[in-house]
């Protein structure tokens, strides 16, 4: 069973337009943000990060100083994420069912907004497994005129090879360049302890503490940009964000999901190379070059996968796992120029 409720909060114009509405289904309420300009009839449909992060925390930034202009953006909290609640056990904290909420979704913006809009899915990180996984289920991808995968982790086995090899390759430039060898020293030597070649769920999280470790060594070295300032609108962040999302709870909700998918539903095992050539629609992959997290190789194996001749793999030179922060500029002109060819 499906229930739906609604409010609205702020509404200027169809171009600035604000909805929120919950939807609950199988232990599950999930509350559900409408940004943006519902004229365009084109919706984004946005899948968090984590598993644990939350749909608003993309809005600050690119998306509400720029792609909420053009189209209508719906940030959903995913179950058992965010601000989302209700009863959750072995049954129903599962990918599969976060796949049912997605369809759950599209049933109400078609319901509340028309069965005529052009809907686009964008996946990060945990969202790009989300995403990929929903995509290549059944005939769900036919509700989609487009998928934007940013940074996605879509095959686990890829992702610790390539982790590994890519902060090898960073460290060894880096060094060769004397810049901060005592730190890349020493994360040689955390790297070497870590086996990569053995999946499990402790070694992948060590492998991510270490990716964002790096991450932030380029970023303090600025080899990765700091991007925030072409799109941030700090009253905006205060209104949209803090005041809908409170922290304490999304942290706690998320940590619990998080450590339950991966520890009892084995989530670091998902490999959905082979599922790939499921997609035939258009698809953009925009990945960050210094990605540690989710490295490139993942983009390129998607790209080279995927069963569509409409497929464009950007590489941004100076971002790393959110390029839509890093470089937010060139984020927005790639994902405007494919939502506009496709549309």
């Known amino acids: 069973m499906m229930v739906i409720s609604s409010c609205s909060w702020e509404v200027d114009t169809a171009e600035k337009f604000y909805d929120l509405f919950y939807v609950e289904r199988n232990g599950a309420q999930m509350p559900i943000h409408v940004h943006g300009n519902i004229q365009s009839k084109t919706f984004i449909l946005i899948l968090h990060g984590g598993?644990?992060?939350?749909?608003?925390?993309y809005r600050p930034g690119v998306f509400q100083e720029s792609l909420e202009e053009s189209y209508?953006?719906?940030?959903?909290?995913?179950?058992?994420?965010?601000?989302?609640?209700?009863?959750?056990d072995e049954k129903n904290l599962t990918l599969d069912e976060m796949i049912e909420d997605i369809n759950a979704i599209i049933s109400v913006l078609d319901h509340?907004?028309?069965?005529?809009?052009?809907?686009?899915?964008?996946?990060?990180?945990?969202?790009?497994?989300?995403?990929?996984?929903?995509l290549t289920t059944k005939d769900n991808q036919d509700n989609f005129k487009g998928w934007i995968e940013v940074d996605g982790a879509h095959?686990?086995?890829?992702?610790?090879?390539?982790?590994?090899?890519?902060?090898?390759?960073?460290?060894?430039?880096?060094?060769?360049?004397?810049?901060?060898?005592?730190?890349?020293?020493?994360?040689?030597?955390?790297?070497?302890?870590?086996?990569?070649?053995?999946?499990?769920?402790?070694?992948?999280s060590e492998l991510n503490a270490l990716a964002f470790e790096a991450e932030g060594k380029l970023f303090d070295a600025e080899i990765i940009r700091d991007g925030t300032a072409d799109y941030l609108n700090l009253e905006?962040?205060?209104?949209?964000?803090?005041?809908?999302?409170?922290?304490?709870?999304?942290?706690?909700t998320g940590t619990f999901t998080n450590n339950y998918l991966t520890s009892e539903q084995d989530l670091f095992m998902t490999n959905l190379e082979s599922e790939l050539k499921k997609i035939h629609i258009p698809s953009l992959l925009l990945w960050g070059k210094y990605d540690f997290v989710v490295p490139a190789e993942l983009g390129v194996q998607a790209f080279e996968n995927i069963d569509t001749e409409d497929k464009k793999l950007v590489i941004f030179e100076e971002s790393g796992h959110s390029p839509m922060t890093n470089e937010?500029?060139?984020?927005?002109?790639?994902?405007?120029?494919?939502?506009?060819?496709y549309k």
């Open 51 to 57: 598993p644990g992060g939350n749909g608003l925390q």
């Open 236 to 252: 905006s962040l205060t209104k949209s964000y803090l005041f809908s999302v409170n922290p304490l709870t999304s942290w706690m």
């Open 112 to 134: 509340k907004y028309g069965t005529d809009n052009s809907l686009f899915l964008l996946g990060h990180s945990w969202g790009g497994t989300l995403g990929t996984a929903f």
């Open 155 to 204: 095959d686990f086995d890829l992702l610790v090879k390539s982790q590994f090899r890519l902060v090898q390759k960073v460290a060894a430039e880096e060094m060769a360049m004397d810049r901060d060898t005592d730190f890349w020293n020493e994360f040689i030597d955390k790297l070497s302890e870590v086996d990569t070649f053995n999946i499990t769920n402790e070694n992948i």
């Open 72 to 88: 209508a953006l719906v940030y959903i909290d995913q179950r058992g994420q965010g601000m989302s609640q209700g009863q959750l």
């Open 328 to 341: 937010a500029k060139l984020f927005n002109g790639e994902v405007i120029s494919f939502i506009e060819q």
